[in-house]
Structures are given as structure tokens and as C-alpha cells.
């Protein structure tokens, strides 16, 4: 993490991003199960989802403090990839963000079966 991550309020990760922890994560599963493993961590930490749009494969969580974008991708019928977008609401980020994102895809390697980073085929 570099000096100025800790003033970003809003991260957003993607293939080829220069953190590595803000890099798109890839896992072979089918796309029900990526969700439902989403959504249950969402649950377990009592975050109010907003709204399920399985039509674009995006989920909308909101609190008070924070609003998240996770959208799950399919790339082919067995395997997923998983992107998220944070914002927190206060002047300066802090690491929350990135924080946020690290525990989101910490919770799905455990859950789902990790293939890689960055760009998978």
C-alpha cells in the first residue's frame, strides 16, 4: 500500500490495478454459488443489501458508513470473477476501503476455490 491509499475514499478494483490487493480475483464456481457466498458474508457482518440485480450480476450493500458495489462475473460456466467498488463516507479513507475489498475477497478464497489475479482466461 502506498502513502496516498490512506486518502482515498473510494477504491475500485480491476484486472491490472498497481495494488495488488485491488486486483480482479478469479474462482471456479458457478455463479448461484459466488452469489450466495457473497451474500452470506454480507449477512454475517449485518450489512443491509440494498439491491440483488442478477441481471447485470451486481449486488448493492449500503450502510451508514460505507456503500459497496460487488459485481460477479461469469467467464465461462465454471468460473467467476469478482470485482468491488467502495465508498466510504468521511473525509479521509483511512485504509477503509482497501480494508473492506481485502475482507470481501479474504472470505470468498476460503469459500469458493481461488484460481488466481488479474487477468485469467
Known amino acids: 500500500m502506498g502513502f496516498f491509499d490512506v486518502l482515498n475514499k473510494d477504491v475500485e478494483t480491476k484486472d491490472l490495478h498497481a495494488n495488488n490487493t485491488l486486483r480482479t480475483h478469479y474462482y471456479r464456481a458457478e455463479?448461484?454459488?459466488?452469489?450466495?457466498?457473497?451474500?452470506?458474508?454480507?449477512?454475517?457482518n449485518n450489512y443491509k443489501v440494498k439491491n440483488v440485480d442478477d441481471t447485470y450480476g451486481e449486488i448493492l450493500v449500503e450502510t451508514s458508513k460505507f456503500y459497496m458495489v460487488i459485481s460477479i462475473r461469469k467467464m465461462t460456466?465454471?468460473?467467476v470473477s469478482i470485482d468491488v467498488k467502495v465508498t466510504v463516507f468521511s473525509l479521509i479513507g483511512g485504509y477503509k476501503p482497501i480494508k473492506h475489498v481485502k475482507e470481501l475477497y479474504d472470505y470468498c478464497d476460503k469459500q469458493l476455490t481461488f484460481v488466481?489475479?488479474?487477468l485469467q482466461p
Open 31 to 44: 455463479y448461484p454459488k459466488a452469489k450466495d457466498t457473497i451474500l452470506r458474508y454480507l449477512s454475517q
Open 77 to 79: 460456466v465454471i468460473q
Open 116 to 118: 488466481g489475479v488479474g
